[in-house]
Nanobody
Framework: QVQLVESGGGSVQAGGSLRLSCAAS?????????MGWFRQAPGKEREGVAS???????NYANSVKGRFTISRDNAKNTLYLQMNSLKPEDTAMYYC??????????????????WGQGTQVTVSS
């Protein structure tokens, strides 16, 4: 059974940093999957934040480019999201997700099959 478990959320002031982690278990394709971070704020639709493919190619939402960095450690089956220069509008529940490799382009619009339970990020002004 595939499990994705996020951690690292919390409350910070604007301008601060957080690093989110997502540990994958029970996942045959953990090292080759397309993986992504998503977020959802109250009353808003879920949005894709960043994605990374098996060889480290990344994509970012315009709203986080230059501030967030997605990375993965295949030896540890762990996905990361380093978030710097946080803004109040970054406040949301953050989710990691994965999809088995299918030979297509890895981006947050892909059909992600596996999701974590989320970790809350709150940025105060």
């Amino acid at each position: 059974q595939v499990q994705l478990v996020e951690s690292g959320g919390g409350s910070v002031q604007a301008g601060g940093s957080l690093r989110l982690s997502c540990a994958a278990s029970g996942y045959t394709y953990s090292n080759s999957a397309c993986m992504g971070w998503f977020r959802q704020a109250p009353g808003k639709e879920r949005e894709g934040v960043a994605s990374i493919d098996s060889v480290g190619r990344t994509n970012y939402a315009n709203s986080v480019k230059g501030r967030f960095t997605i990375s993965r450690d295949n030896a540890k089956n762990t996905l990361y999201l380093q978030m710097n220069s946080l803004k109040p509008e970054d406040t949301a529940m953050y989710y990691c997700a994965a999809v088995n490799p299918w030979g297509g382009y890895c981006y947050t619009g892909a059909d992600f099959a596996y999701w974590g339970q989320g970790t809350q990020v709150t940025v105060s002004s």
